[in-house]
């Protein structure tokens, strides 16, 4: 006769339902349990990468990643700012300056994290291995919409931004970081980021428009690619997005 499989419960909570097969979102369900996996491993076979879990509790108990399931065990699993003093949080602690290396795939979101001032690193030729060391050798949050890279087990801060769309990604990534209140706009180099110092207009005499150094007399440059900044058209489109991301404190 055949033995009965080992089973356990499972219960994923808010975002990371995102990364779950359509038929166990939002509900408890039943898993065959193979073996006595990490819960860490248990949750990735499910979808979601680990980066984006804060909490995992076993039968009520908060536990850590290196948790053994036993057949029977009831597993809830939550994203951050979900559970209060959950006693052992898998997630790390927000830095107080976060920094970010992003995945090939996320040229334009790059431009936009710097322009809000955050030190961000991307290359279109960045490997998976490269993305993951500078992730954990440099303490740098991992943006990737390749949910593999995210799952390298050297990947302690990540996220995967749901939208396609790169000034959606930027909404997601303020609120999921709280990045508002440590925003430094216009204060680094969006094409190679580096940070801005101000500049003399006799500074950058003949490497702006002749028109603009006629009707601006405060600029910036980049003491690494040379490129000079001043509060132009561009900067105006800009700080309208950064006054619309400041309004997202406190909303829903
Ligand atoms: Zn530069």
Partial sequence: MEQPKAQVTMRFHGALNDFLSPAHRHQTFSHALRGRPSVKDLIESLG??????????????????????????????????????????????????????????????????RMLGFDALWRNDFADDTLARLSHDEDRILLSR????????????????????PAEQLVEVVRRYGLTSRMHPFSRCVACNAALTSAEPSE??????????????RFQ??????????????????????DRLRELEGAP
């Fill in 48 to 113: 979601p990468p680990h980066p984006e879990v804060d909490v995992v509790r076993v039968d009520g108990a908060a536990v850590d990643f290196t948790h053994r399931v036993q057949p029977g065990a009831c597993v809830e699993v939550y994203p951050p700012s979900m559970v209060e003093a959950p006693g052992v949080r898998v997630g790390p602690p927000l830095q107080d300056t976060p920094r970010f290396v992003l995945d090939v795939g996320l040229g334009r979101l790059v431009g936009f994290l």
């Fill in 146 to 165: 390749d949910i593999g890279v995210l799952k390298r087990g050297e990947v302690l801060r990540g996220y995967f931004p749901r939208s396609t769309d």
């Fill in 204 to 217: 950058v005499a003949g490497r702006v428009p002749e028109r603009v150094a006629e009707q601006h007399s």
């Fill in 221 to 242: 440059q980049c003491p690494d690619c040379q490129r000079v900044y001043w509060a132009g058209t561009h900067h105006q489109r800009m700080q309208a997005l950064v």
